[in-house]
């Protein structure tokens, strides 16, 4: 069974606000319903949605439309905490969620944010490595800086190091901005070269990796788990797969990304679903009949 994790439990600082249901679509729908619809077209069979105790009661009842569809499933991290039900408030991060979902998932599986739109080729692309990949190679989608920013704020990327299509490196880049045509991040010496690939956190996994991911934040909270700002975040682990000789392909996206950083992205977002809806590449309403 293939399926597809949605990791829905950001607390949305930036944005400022329940950017996991915000209302984009002409039906009210929200990112991941469309990432749900684009999976289940390309071949998921099974829908896994990461969130925390707050949201997965709304997103149950935003999804409730979809149960007689899709094989749906709400887990909640804070109940993998170990310290579970004195759980810290803010979720422990992206390595943890993936984790979290270990008694559920058991084969193949693809990570994608709520809040990020990727293009139904992501979730076609995704589907296919998973048909021919080989016993201990993973994979990434990735995509074009230049295609995966916002004219509203800083957002930060994975920055990408390729070797043949495999991924030898993965780099993190904070406040990644245009300024004067240009673009910079916080931790660039100089400007970026706009067709760098980076990383959307949408990841081609198999469930052979929550043992090791296990030990990882094993350690993590070892170490950490009194640190309430710290958090065990799954490019971590990937890096010290890649340190470790582990293969990872990336898949390179021609899609224009969009999504809900910051608050005054709604309109954007909302502006470019309808544009794909008139075009033809999303339904004007969900509908897994037909």
Avoid at 7 to 21: E, F
Avoid at 147 to 173: A, D, F, P, W, Y
Avoid at 236 to 245: R, S, V
């Amino acid at each position: 069974m293939t399926t597809l994790v949605i990791l829905a439990g950001g607390l949305g600082s930036r944005y400022k606000g329940n950017k996991q249901l915000a209302a984009l679509g002409p039906n009210n729908e929200c990112l991941l319903e469309y990432s749900i619809y684009d999976a289940v077209r390309a071949g998921f069979q099974q829908i896994v949605v990461l969130s925390s105790t707050h949201f997965i009661s709304l997103l149950k009842a935003k999804l409730a439309y979809l149960m007689d569809h899709v094989d749906l499933i709400f887990i909640n991290q804070f109940e993998h905490d170990p310290a579970y039900p004195n759980h810290r408030e803010i979720p422990l991060g992206t390595g943890h969620a993936i984790w979290s979902c270990r008694n559920v998932v058991k084969d193949d599986f693809m990570v994608v944010n709520a809040d990020d739109y990727y293009g139904s080729d992501a979730f076609k692309m995704g589907f296919e490595f998973f048909k021919n990949r080989t016993r201990g190679e993973y994979g990434l989608i990735s995509y074009t800086l230049d295609k995966t920013l916002t004219k509203n704020g800083g957002v930060s990327r994975g920055v990408c190091e390729l070797q043949n299509s495999k991924l030898i490196e993965i780099k993190e880049h904070t406040e990644i901005r245009f300024i004067n045509s240009e673009i910079y991040s916080k931790e660039s010496e100089g400007n970026l070269n706009p067709l760098l690939q980076v990383s959307m956190n949408c990841w081609l996994l198999n469930a052979d990796l929550f043992s090791p991911l296990g030990d990882f934040f094993a350690l993590f909270y070892q170490n950490h788990s009194l640190e309430e700002q710290k958090e065990c975040q799954l490019p971590g682990f990937i890096q010290l797969l890649l340190a470790q000789g582990v293969v990872f392909k990336a898949i390179k996206s021609q899609e224009n990304w969009f999504g809900l950083t910051h608050i005054d992205d709604f309109h954007w977002c909302k502006t470019e679903i309808n544009r794909k809806i008139k075009s033809g590449l999303l339904p004007a309403q969900i509908n897994f009949l037909s």
